[in-house]
C-alpha cells in the first residue's frame, strides 16, 4: 500500500495540514483587523533598557522603586541586560534578534511531523513562523519593544532540540530578561528533562559570571535585594490584562493554579500535553501580564498537538479568538485541553500526523 493511499484515509482531526491551515488562516485574519490598533501603541519598552544603560555606566542603582519623572521607567530584568544595551544601545538590533526569534518557531516543525519528508517538514516549518511572524501577540511586541519574542523562539527550540542547541538561547533569555513567566516551563523541565534544566542553568549562570566579570558581582547582588519589590506592576492602573487587574485574590489563585496543574502535568502526562500545560501556565504564573505574554502560547498548542490531535485542532481553531479577549483565559483554556485528554476517546489518534512520501 503506497504511502498516497494511506494519507487518503487520515481523518481530518489527525491532519497537520488541517490545523496548521485553520491556525494560520486565525491568525493572519486577526492580524489585518487588529495590526492597526497595535501600531497605535505609545509605549516602547526599550527605553527602560536605555535607562538602565545610562545608571550602570554612571554608577548609580540600576532598580528605582520611586520614579523621580514620569519619563523613567521601571528596570526590573538582571544587569546583564543593561550591560549589552550599554554595548549596542539599538532598538534596531532588538527587533532583528526578535524576529529571528520567532523565525526559530518554525523548528517545531520536528516536533510536528518528525517523520515527514524534508519538503513537508519545510513547509511545515515556514507555516509555523509565519504564524509566529503575523500572530498578533507577537506583533504588540516587536512594536513594544520588550523581550517577550525572544522567549517565543527560545521555548520552541527548547522544545524541538534537547540537549545544548535547545538549552542555550533558553538560558541566554533567562540570564538576560528573567521573568515569572518562564518558570512553570523551567519547572517542567526540572521533573521531566533534568539533564536540559541543569544545560539551562549552567548557561545563564556562565553569561552571568562573564558579564559580573566586567560590571562587577556587586550589580547582582543589587538584583537579588531589588527582586522582592519587583511586584510593583502589579500595581500600575493601566496596561495590565493580567489576573491582578481583576483581583489580588485572583492573581494568588492563578498562581497555584499554574504551578500545581505544570507539576501534576508533568508527573502524569505524556511530554507532548504536559509541555502545552507547563508553557501556557506561565501565563497564569505571571499576573502582571500584557498581551504580548500570549505569543507563548502557539508553542503550548504545538506541543498539545503533537499529543492529542483532537485537542490540537480544538486549541489551533479557538485559542488565537480567546487570547484577544482576555490571554489569561486563553491559557486556561490550553491546559484544560490538555488535561481531558480528548484524542484517547477518538480511535482514528494512533493514525500519522504526516505520512511520509512514498517509498520506491
Keep these: 500500500m503506497t504511502a498516497r493511499s494511506s494519507a487518503a484515509r487520515v481523518s481530518p482531526l489527525v491532519d497537520g495540514r488541517l490545523a496548521l491551515l485553520a491556525g494560520l488562516t486565525l491568525v493572519i485574519v486577526l492580524a489585518i483587523g487588529l495590526v492597526p490598533t497595535i501600531l497605535r501603541e505609545q509605549t516602547r519598552d526599550w527605553i527602560a533598557y536605555d535607562q538602565a544603560a545610562d545608571r550602570l555606566a554612571e554608577g548609580e542603582p540600576l532598580y528605582v522603586f520611586e520614579l523621580p519623572t514620569p519619563d523613567d521607567e521601571y528596570y526590573l530584568y538582571p544587569p546583564l541586560a543593561a550591560a549589552a544595551w550599554a554595548v549596542f544601545r539599538s532598538p534596531e538590533t532588538l527587533l532583528a534578534l526578535k524576529i529571528l526569534a520567532l523565525l526559530a518557531v518554525g523548528s517545531l516543525a520536528a516536533v510536528v511531523a518528525p517523520r515527514a519528508a524534508p519538503r513537508m517538514q519545510w513547509a511545515i516549518a515556514g507555516a509555523l513562523a509565519a504564524a509566529a511572524l503575523l500572530a498578533p501577540p507577537d506583533i504588540h511586541d516587536l512594536v513594544l519593544g520588550n523581550v517577550m519574542a525572544l522567549y517565543v523562539g527560545a521555548v520552541a527550540v527548547s522544545l524541538a532540540r534537547p540537549g545544548w542547541i535547545g538549552a542555550t538561547p533558553l538560558g541566554l533569555v533567562c540570564a538576560a530578561a528573567l521573568k515569572p513567566v518562564i518558570v512553570p516551563y523551567l519547572v517542567f523541565l526540572a521533573i521531566r528533562r533534568r539533564a536540559d534544566f541543569g544545560r539551562v542553568f549552567v548557561v545563564g549562570l556562565a553569561a552571568s559570571a562573564v558579564v559580573a566579570g566586567f560590571i562587577g558581582p556587586g550589580r547582582f547582588f543589587e538584583y537579588l535585594v531589588a527582586l522582592p519589590r519587583m511586584t510593583v506592576l502589579a500595581d500600575l492602573p493601566t496596561g495590565n490584562v493580567g489576573l491582578s487587574a481583576i ?114
Excluded: C, H, K
Excluded at 485574590?249 to 493554579?257: Q, R, T, Y
Excluded at 500545560?277 to 497564569?284: E, S, T
Excluded at 498537538?305 to 488565537?320: C, F, H, M
Design 247 to 360: 483581583s489580588p485574590e485572583a492573581s494568588i489563585i492563578g498562581l497555584v493554579v499554574g504551578y500545581a496543574a505544570t507539576i501534576w502535568a508533568a508527573a502524569r502526562l505524556d511530554l507532548g500535553r504536559a509541555a502545552a500545560v507547563a508553557v501556557a501556565a506561565g501565563l497564569l504564573a505571571q499576573p502582571t501580564i500584557g498581551f504580548n505574554y500570549a505569543g507563548l502560547l502557539l508553542p503550548a498548542v504545538v506541543m498539545l498537538w503533537s499529543s492529542d490531535r483532537a485537542a490540537g485542532l480544538i486549541a489551533a481553531v479557538t485559542v488565537p479568538v480567546v487570547t484577544v479577549v482576555s490571554p489569561p483565559l486563553a491559557a486556561a483554556l490550553v491546559i484544560l485541553l490538555a488535561v481531558t485528554r480528548i484524542g484517547e476517546r477518538l480511535p482514528s489518534r494512533a493514525a500519522p500526523a504526516i505520512v511520509p512520501a512514498a517509498s520506491a
